[in-house]
């Protein structure tokens, strides 16, 4: 279920909060961020930490500082800040005075309960393109034997 993001007129700012990993950073973030940059004014990007991911199980190329790093380079992001723990999300939202918290339509569902702090939207992924489905054709090609010349 999605909510329609309405711009805020006169001198209040839109303020939108998204989190991800943002490893091996492709089109599909680069077009994501630019979705949300386009529903406000300010958008702030919380990017997993290595030890966040840790707990996750997951297990990045690209470490923490260097993703954030690519993060401040997008001209669409206004604010970059660590998530450490899947608890911190109602309090960033507090913090910075969200009024929009996206997440791509993968999460659908699993942050309604923040709906009582701000509106929620989950948008549509960007289709054949993924970190997952990356590293995955990385493994492939490392794989494979050279080319005969």
């Given at each position: 279920?999605?909510?329609?993001?309405?711009?805020?007129?006169?001198?209040?700012?839109?303020?939108?909060?998204?989190?991800?990993?943002?490893?091996?950073?492709?089109?599909?973030?680069?077009?994501?961020?630019?979705?949300?940059?386009?529903?406000?004014?300010?958008?702030?990007?919380?990017?997993?930490?290595?030890?966040?991911?840790?707990?996750?199980?997951?297990?990045t190329?690209?470490?923490?500082?260097?993703?954030?790093?690519?993060?401040?380079?997008?001209?669409?992001?206004?604010?970059v800040?660590p998530?450490?723990?899947?608890?911190?999300?109602?309090?960033?939202?507090?913090?910075h005075?969200?009024?929009?918290?996206?997440?791509?339509?993968?999460?659908?569902?699993?942050?309604?309960?923040?709906?009582?702090?701000?509106?929620?939207?989950?948008?549509?992924?960007?289709?054949?393109v993924?970190?997952?489905?990356?590293?995955?054709?990385?493994?492939?090609?490392?794989?494979?034997?050279?080319?005969?010349?």
């Open positions: 279920m999605t909510t329609e993001a309405r711009p805020l007129a006169g001198k209040d700012r839109r303020t939108i909060l998204t989190y991800g990993t943002f490893d091996l950073f492709h089109v599909g973030h680069v077009r994501l961020l630019r979705r949300l940059a386009e529903l406000g004014d300010r958008l702030i990007v919380a990017c997993s930490t290595d030890e966040f991911n840790a707990l996750k199980g997951k297990q190329a690209i470490p923490f500082a260097h993703r954030v790093e690519v993060l401040e380079a997008c001209k669409h992001v206004d604010l800040i998530e450490e723990r899947w608890e911190q999300k109602r309090q960033d939202i507090v913090d005075k969200v009024n929009l918290f996206a997440m791509g339509d993968d999460w659908a569902g699993r942050f309604d309960d923040l709906r009582d702090l701000c509106d929620v939207l989950y948008l549509p992924r960007t289709q054949n993924s970190t997952t489905e990356l590293k995955e054709l990385i493994q492939t090609m490392r794989q494979r034997p050279p080319a005969a010349e």
